[in-house]
């Protein structure tokens, strides 16, 4: 297992036009969180995962953003009719649920919109 | 709504030099609090989790000390290289949720050969 896995590495798009990104945690976690990050800045929470079921949306989380992790395993975050202001980093982190709990990142997925 | 604040912004230090991240946090109701390390255009790496209930946690070069009450966390890094330049961040989990992380803005680190 090499650690958490994020595709594409980079997007370019088009203003109005959806896009979605996967990820693809540790295999044994069963949490998973999606984070943004814009430039000069920390991340900020924007969803996270227990197995399948969506225990919380920040309200970042417009209704343009959707989340879904249908098996428990890899999860995606789909932008509908996205924005210029959606440009950032999008990152994914998972970890086991526990005490402590420590996460795990991906790369993370670039994502521009023009 | 836990806020989360690390000073300085940047610091450009000349290799071998001892460092110290500040980091401060508004709710000291927290049972750990994490650093990561991220390179540029990078994905996030953790570098250090102290609990509650320790004062300290150690890697290496990298020592973290946590004081719940006054609201403080540093990082100390011992004889600092090239290759420790990067952005660092702290993050303390929320109150209501403590599975959800605020992280401060960083403090970027330049060290100079």
């Known amino acids: 297992d090499t650690g958490v896995s994020q595709d594409p590495r980079h997007k370019i798009t088009k203003r109005g036009q959806n896009v979605t990104f996967r990820c693809d945690p540790i295999s044994e976690h069963n949490r998973l969180y999606w984070y943004r990050q814009t430039l000069g800045q920390g991340p900020e929470f924007l969803t996270y995962f227990q197995n399948e079921a969506q225990l919380e949306k920040s309200r970042l989380l417009s209704d343009r953003f959707s989340a879904e992790r249908p098996k428990g395993s890899f999860s995606t975050l789909e932008i509908q009719r996205t924005e210029q202001g959606d440009s950032a980093m999008y990152l994914c982190a998972s970890s086991l649920m526990g005490i402590p709990e420590k996460l795990f990142f991906g790369s993370g997925t670039q994502l521009s919109v023009l | 709504k836990q806020e989360v604040t690390q000073i300085p912004a940047a610091l450009s230090v000349p290799e071998g030099e001892n460092l110290v991240l500040n980091c401060s946090f508004t709710?000291?109701?927290?049972?750990?609090l994490q650093w990561f390390r991220q390179d540029p255009g990078k994905g996030l790496t953790s570098l250090l989790l102290i609990q509650s209930s320790q004062r300290e946690q150690t890697s290496g070069r990298l020592n973290a000390s946590l004081d719940k009450s006054s609201g403080r966390s540093t990082l100390y890094i011992a004889a600092s290289q090239p290759g420790d330049s990067a952005t660092y961040l702290c993050a303390a989990p929320e109150e209501t949720s403590g599975s959800r992380l605020t992280f401060g803005e960083g403090t970027q680190l330049t060290v100079n050969p």
């Open positions: 709710d000291s109701a927290i049972y750990n």
